[in-house]
Protein backbone atom coordinates (compact mmCIF):
# COMPACT_ATOMS: atom_id res chain seq x y z
CA UNK A 1 0.00 0.00 0.00
CA UNK A 2 1.02 3.00 -1.16
CA UNK A 3 2.24 5.57 2.03
CA UNK A 4 2.79 9.11 0.90
CA UNK A 5 5.49 9.74 3.71
CA UNK A 6 7.23 12.81 3.00
CA UNK A 7 11.01 13.36 3.06
CA UNK A 8 12.94 16.22 5.68
CA UNK A 9 13.92 17.93 2.14
CA UNK A 10 9.58 18.26 1.24
CA UNK A 11 9.10 18.94 5.01
CA UNK A 12 11.22 21.79 4.65
CA UNK A 13 9.74 23.16 1.92
CA UNK A 14 6.57 23.16 3.43
CA UNK A 15 7.35 24.54 6.32
CA UNK A 16 8.44 27.50 4.33
CA UNK A 17 5.35 27.61 2.55
CA UNK A 18 3.56 27.98 5.66
CA UNK A 19 5.70 30.59 7.43
CA UNK A 20 5.16 33.21 4.12
CA UNK A 21 1.09 32.54 4.52
CA UNK A 22 1.61 32.82 8.39
CA UNK A 23 3.04 36.40 7.75
CA UNK A 24 0.44 36.94 5.06
CA UNK A 25 -2.41 36.51 7.34
CA UNK A 26 -0.54 39.07 9.77
CA UNK A 27 -0.04 41.45 7.36
CA UNK A 28 -3.73 41.14 5.70
CA UNK A 29 -5.51 41.40 9.46
CA UNK A 30 -3.63 44.89 9.46
CA UNK A 31 -4.95 45.78 5.83
CA UNK A 32 -8.35 44.87 6.11
CA UNK A 33 -10.79 47.47 6.46
CA UNK A 34 -14.40 48.59 6.02
CA UNK A 35 -15.71 48.63 2.99
CA UNK A 36 -13.11 46.90 1.31
CA UNK A 37 -14.25 43.94 -1.19
CA UNK A 38 -13.74 40.42 -1.37
CA UNK A 39 -11.70 40.24 -4.41
CA UNK A 40 -9.41 43.53 -3.12
CA UNK A 41 -8.08 41.37 -0.22
CA UNK A 42 -7.62 38.33 -2.19
CA UNK A 43 -5.47 40.09 -4.86
CA UNK A 44 -3.69 41.64 -1.24
CA UNK A 45 -2.48 37.93 -0.18
CA UNK A 46 -1.22 37.13 -3.78
CA UNK A 47 1.03 39.81 -3.70
CA UNK A 48 2.01 39.15 -0.64
CA UNK A 49 2.98 35.48 -1.19
CA UNK A 50 4.21 36.70 -4.62
CA UNK A 51 6.87 39.27 -3.05
CA UNK A 52 7.91 37.67 -0.01
CA UNK A 53 9.22 34.33 -0.80
CA UNK A 54 6.53 32.51 -2.43
CA UNK A 55 6.77 31.44 -6.37
CA UNK A 56 2.90 31.34 -6.40
CA UNK A 57 -0.08 30.56 -4.57
CA UNK A 58 -1.21 26.67 -4.25
CA UNK A 59 -4.94 27.23 -4.78
CA UNK A 60 -6.99 30.47 -5.64
CA UNK A 61 -7.36 32.14 -2.67
CA UNK A 62 -11.15 32.10 -1.17
CA UNK A 63 -12.35 35.15 0.94
CA UNK A 64 -15.69 35.08 2.17
CA UNK A 65 -17.65 37.66 4.28
CA UNK A 66 -20.68 36.92 6.54
CA UNK A 67 -22.90 34.98 4.37
CA UNK A 68 -20.54 34.11 1.63
CA UNK A 69 -18.25 31.46 4.19
CA UNK A 70 -21.11 29.42 4.08
CA UNK A 71 -19.72 28.29 0.54
CA UNK A 72 -16.56 26.31 1.51
CA UNK A 73 -15.35 27.07 -2.30
CA UNK A 74 -16.64 30.62 -1.71
CA UNK A 75 -15.13 32.80 -5.33
CA UNK A 76 -14.07 36.28 -3.92
CA UNK A 77 -17.12 38.78 -5.43
CA UNK A 78 -17.13 42.72 -5.39
CA UNK A 79 -19.09 42.23 -2.21
CA UNK A 80 -17.74 44.96 0.45
CA UNK A 81 -17.22 43.85 3.99
CA UNK A 82 -19.28 45.22 6.65
CA UNK A 83 -18.74 45.35 10.34
CA UNK A 84 -20.27 42.49 12.66
CA UNK A 85 -19.53 39.48 10.16
CA UNK A 86 -17.35 36.75 10.26
CA UNK A 87 -14.47 36.63 7.23
CA UNK A 88 -13.16 33.15 6.18
CA UNK A 89 -9.69 33.09 4.60
CA UNK A 90 -8.21 30.33 3.03
CA UNK A 91 -5.17 30.44 1.35
CA UNK A 92 -1.94 28.82 0.43
CA UNK A 93 1.91 29.59 -1.11
CA UNK A 94 4.30 27.14 -3.02
CA UNK A 95 7.73 27.22 -1.82
CA UNK A 96 10.31 25.17 -4.59
CA UNK A 97 7.72 23.10 -5.88
CA UNK A 98 5.69 22.73 -1.98
CA UNK A 99 2.36 23.92 -0.74
CA UNK A 100 0.68 25.27 1.88
CA UNK A 101 -2.82 25.06 2.88
CA UNK A 102 -4.09 27.37 5.80
CA UNK A 103 -7.59 28.68 6.56
CA UNK A 104 -8.77 31.26 9.44
CA UNK A 105 -11.82 32.94 10.54
CA UNK A 106 -11.99 35.92 11.98
CA UNK A 107 -14.41 38.51 13.38
CA UNK A 108 -14.46 42.06 11.58
CA UNK A 109 -16.40 44.17 14.49
CA UNK A 110 -18.39 42.53 16.96
CA UNK A 111 -19.97 39.45 16.24
CA UNK A 112 -23.13 37.72 17.87
CA UNK A 113 -23.68 35.44 20.35
CA UNK A 114 -24.46 32.41 18.12
CA UNK A 115 -21.70 33.08 15.42
CA UNK A 116 -19.05 32.67 18.26
CA UNK A 117 -20.82 29.60 19.47
CA UNK A 118 -20.71 27.85 15.72
CA UNK A 119 -16.68 29.38 15.74
CA UNK A 120 -16.37 27.84 19.43
CA UNK A 121 -17.34 24.24 17.90
CA UNK A 122 -15.52 24.26 15.21
CA UNK A 123 -12.38 25.74 17.24
CA UNK A 124 -13.07 22.58 19.89
CA UNK A 125 -13.53 20.18 16.52
CA UNK A 126 -10.10 21.48 15.54
CA UNK A 127 -8.40 21.16 18.44
CA UNK A 128 -9.29 17.63 18.88
CA UNK A 129 -8.68 16.44 15.45
CA UNK A 130 -4.82 18.05 15.75
CA UNK A 131 -4.58 16.33 19.06
CA UNK A 132 -5.38 13.00 17.66
CA UNK A 133 -3.42 13.25 14.28
CA UNK A 134 -1.15 10.52 15.47
CA UNK A 135 0.80 7.59 13.82
CA UNK A 136 -1.36 4.75 13.62
CA UNK A 137 -5.19 6.22 13.68
CA UNK A 138 -7.10 5.72 10.68
CA UNK A 139 -7.85 8.46 8.52
CA UNK A 140 -11.73 7.29 8.73
CA UNK A 141 -11.53 7.50 12.49
CA UNK A 142 -9.61 10.68 12.61
CA UNK A 143 -12.56 12.85 10.87
CA UNK A 144 -14.79 11.19 13.03
CA UNK A 145 -13.29 12.49 16.11
CA UNK A 146 -13.91 15.94 14.74
CA UNK A 147 -17.20 14.78 13.28
CA UNK A 148 -18.45 13.48 16.62
CA UNK A 149 -17.63 16.60 18.09
CA UNK A 150 -19.90 19.08 15.95
CA UNK A 151 -22.81 16.39 15.65
CA UNK A 152 -22.95 16.52 19.46
CA UNK A 153 -23.06 20.11 19.32
CA UNK A 154 -26.09 19.58 17.08
CA UNK A 155 -24.58 20.73 13.84
CA UNK A 156 -23.78 17.77 11.99
CA UNK A 157 -25.35 18.41 9.42
CA UNK A 158 -23.60 21.48 8.29
CA UNK A 159 -20.44 20.38 8.44
CA UNK A 160 -20.34 19.17 4.61
CA UNK A 161 -16.61 18.11 3.59
CA UNK A 162 -14.32 15.92 5.06
CA UNK A 163 -11.63 16.40 8.11
CA UNK A 164 -8.27 16.88 5.71
CA UNK A 165 -6.43 15.94 2.92
CA UNK A 166 -2.80 14.90 2.74
CA UNK A 167 -0.60 18.19 1.29
CA UNK A 168 2.53 18.26 -1.05
CA UNK A 169 3.77 19.10 -4.67
CA UNK A 170 -0.06 19.26 -4.90
CA UNK A 171 -2.77 20.53 -2.69
CA UNK A 172 -4.94 18.04 -2.57
CA UNK A 173 -2.94 14.34 -2.04
CA UNK A 174 -3.53 11.08 -0.34
CA UNK A 175 -4.44 10.04 1.93
CA UNK A 176 -8.30 11.75 2.22
CA UNK A 177 -9.01 12.40 6.34
CA UNK A 178 -12.78 11.23 5.55
CA UNK A 179 -15.28 8.47 7.01
CA UNK A 180 -15.37 7.21 3.27
CA UNK A 181 -11.73 6.26 3.20
CA UNK A 182 -11.08 2.56 4.27
CA UNK A 183 -10.34 1.92 7.24
CA UNK A 184 -6.80 0.21 6.83
CA UNK A 185 -5.70 3.44 6.00
CA UNK A 186 -4.06 5.21 8.70
CA UNK A 187 -1.56 7.84 9.44
CA UNK A 188 2.24 7.04 9.55
CA UNK A 189 5.20 9.64 10.60
CA UNK A 190 5.92 12.52 8.16
CA UNK A 191 2.75 12.22 6.12
CA UNK A 192 1.58 15.96 6.02
CA UNK A 193 -2.22 16.03 6.30
CA UNK A 194 -4.51 19.39 6.71
CA UNK A 195 -7.21 19.10 9.78
CA UNK A 196 -10.39 21.68 8.84
CA UNK A 197 -13.50 21.01 9.77
CA UNK A 198 -16.43 23.36 9.21
CA UNK A 199 -20.42 24.57 9.88
CA UNK A 200 -21.41 25.92 7.13
CA UNK A 201 -24.85 27.78 7.65
CA UNK A 202 -26.23 28.91 4.39
CA UNK A 203 -27.47 32.85 3.78
CA UNK A 204 -26.25 33.28 7.26
CA UNK A 205 -22.39 32.32 8.45
CA UNK A 206 -19.97 29.98 8.01
CA UNK A 207 -16.76 28.94 10.10
CA UNK A 208 -13.38 26.94 8.93
CA UNK A 209 -10.00 26.83 10.95
CA UNK A 210 -7.16 24.71 9.12
CA UNK A 211 -3.98 23.90 9.66
CA UNK A 212 -1.40 21.42 8.09
CA UNK A 213 -0.05 18.97 10.50
CA UNK A 214 2.98 16.74 10.34
CA UNK A 215 2.42 13.78 11.75
CA UNK A 216 5.20 12.67 14.39
CA UNK A 217 7.61 15.70 15.95
CA UNK A 218 7.19 18.33 13.84
CA UNK A 219 3.54 18.88 14.30
CA UNK A 220 1.27 21.91 13.08
CA UNK A 221 3.18 24.18 10.76
CA UNK A 222 1.55 27.42 11.43
CA UNK A 223 2.04 29.63 14.52
CA UNK A 224 -0.82 31.56 14.05
CA UNK A 225 -3.44 31.14 16.98
CA UNK A 226 -6.92 29.58 16.58
CA UNK A 227 -8.78 31.09 19.23
CA UNK A 228 -11.44 34.24 17.21
CA UNK A 229 -9.50 37.26 16.79
CA UNK A 230 -11.69 40.69 16.12
CA UNK A 231 -10.47 43.20 13.76
CA UNK A 232 -11.95 46.46 13.04
Same mark, same amino acid.
Given at each position: ????????????????????????????????????????????????V?????? &?????? /???? #?? =??? *??? !?? %???????????????????????????????A????????????????E????????????????????????????? &????F? /???? #?H =??? *??? !?? %????????????A????????IE?????T????????????????????R?????????
Open positions: METFVKTQRQISCMKRAAQIIDNAYDALLGFVREGMTERELAAFIEGFRGNGGS &GLSFDT /IVAF #GA =GGA *EPH !HV %PTDKKLEKGVLVTVDMGAVYDGFCSDFTRTFFGEVGEKQREIYRIVYAQKLGVAAAKKGISCCNLDSVCRDYIEKC &GYGEF /IHTT #G =GVG *ELI !HE %PPTIGRKTPPEVLEDNMVITPGIYIGEMGVRIEDMVVVGREGVLSIPTELVVVG
